[in-house]
């Protein structure tokens, strides 16, 4: 299975970014699956989200739709700021080769928080947390999907895996405290942990933005070995991936077989 990471960079021009999303996607060549970064069409700003935000079957969800048709590719598409009843949720479409959306994740865990010396963030200022485990058929088999902060859970991330997911997809946007400090080390535990494929895809670096985003997109296999990982620049990478070897590392390691459900409650202690 062919994936293509679309690492781009995001301005303020909303149909200029989905534009240039999709002749990523046009220029990607031979693929199966296309992956968007966190809000590829909106600037990372809580001040944007309302104004930038769109109903389901808005602008980005139709140009989505039409270019995964005309590639006849699947494609996750990143994420964009959902208008829902009164609301706006951080929301990922996944889109079949004939276009049609087969899935929908709204961002469940909202990134409220306060480093010392590092990143303030409330997405809860604006955003609203979606409450969906999500999970999508393909001929390879089942792919999971949580956006950025959902990742560092391994709850949800468990969940996918017991649900059959031989891949996670993660659109993120981590920053220049965290990226640096968590990045890898979380796609190669959750890839451990899970024994599967995770893949996440970053908007490029742009120094200038209220948000600066990591960039350093990966994909990490069962065995917790970086396949490949970007700088911070704009660029499009192509990676092949074997799906066989989930299959391979579960039976080496019966991680998922051998747990001890019975065990893990928290009891009081007597």
Not at 168 to 186: D, K, Q, R, S, Y
Not at 192 to 221: E, L
Request: proline content about 4%; some cysteine.
């Amino acid at each position: 299975m062919k994936i293509a990471q679309i690492q781009m960079p995001v301005g303020t021009d909303k149909t200029a970014n989905i534009q240039r999303a999709c002749n990523l996607i046009r220029w990607s060549g031979a693929i199966d699956i296309a992956v968007l970064p966190e809000m590829f069409c909106c600037p990372y700003d809580n001040a944007c989200f309302r104004a930038y935000g769109e109903e389901e079957g808005g602008e980005a969800y139709q140009a989505m739709s039409a270019v995964a048709k005309e590639k006849k590719i699947y494609l996750v598409g990143g994420s964009i700021p959902e208008l829902c009843d009164g609301k706006v949720y951080n929301t990922c479409y996944v889109f079949d080769p004939t276009g049609k959306c087969i899935a929908r994740h709204r961002k469940t865990h909202l990134f409220d928080i306060n480093v010392e010396d590092g990143q303030c963030f409330r997405e809860s200022d604006t955003l609203s947390p979606g409450s969906d485990v999500t999970t999508f058929e393909t001929p390879w088999g089942v792919m999971g999907l949580c956006i950025c902060f959902d990742f560092r859970f391994q709850e949800l991330s468990r969940l996918l895996a017991l649900r059959g997911a031989k891949v996670i997809f993660v659109p993120a946007a981590f920053n220049m405290t965290t990226g640096p400090a968590h990045w890898e080390l979380l796609f190669r535990q959750r890839a451990v942990d899970n024994q599967c494929f995770t893949v996440g895809t970053s908007p490029a670096r742009d120094n200038a933005a209220s948000y600066t985003a990591w960039g350093h997109s990966i994909v990490c296999d069962p065995w917790g070995t970086v396949l490949n990982q970007c700088n911070e620049q704009s660029q499009v990478a192509v990676v092949e991936i074997d799906l066989k070897k989930v299959d391979s590392v579960r039976c080496q390691l019966p991680i998922l077989s051998a747990r001890r459900e019975d065990l893990y409650e928290l009891r009081q202690k007597m």
